[in-house]
């Protein structure tokens, strides 16, 4: 098998998505425990699962896993947009929180130009025209919806983290 430049996002997925089950997985536990539910608590589990939130991430995760097998529009749809949706939610935190450290602006500039590297790699011709086979034609209308579910999804995240900001 032959490396191809678009391994490098796949790769980064497969490490993201590890990393974003098993926090995911273990805070919901954590959640468990705190909470006084037993282990087989039906109804504990259904509440915790509600109050926690801690699976949301998990969810959205799994699209791009599920785009990284699929070499067609779809598979790169789903990959791009989690791309998308990581930057414009990134760019929220920035702008709605305060950095008084300087080590968390740095970490924050740092991803967000790893996530844009990521993105131009996945317009890369050789990627979309080549590795996903999308026509030239529905490149760009595809890379701007990717672009807005991207976005949406992102303020719709933000929102539910911060729903405490709607109210007066």
Known sequence: MKFKIVHVVHATIFVLAG???YSGIAYFIDFLR???YGEYDYYG???SLERSRSLHACILITFPLIGVFLKNKIGWLFVTSY???ISWYSLFQ???DEFSDFQGLVFLVTFVIVITLLLIIMNL???VFGYYKIDKNQSFGINILA???GL???TLLYLAQNLHLLSY
């Open 125 to 127: 011709k050789r990627v």
């Open 45 to 47: 589990i259904i509440g």
């Open 94 to 96: 920035f702008s709605m």
């Open 147 to 149: 672009c807005v579910l």
């Open 34 to 36: 705190l909470g006084g």
């Open 152 to 154: 949406c999804f992102s």
């Open 19 to 21: 990393y974003i089950y």
């Open 83 to 85: 791309l998308y949706l």
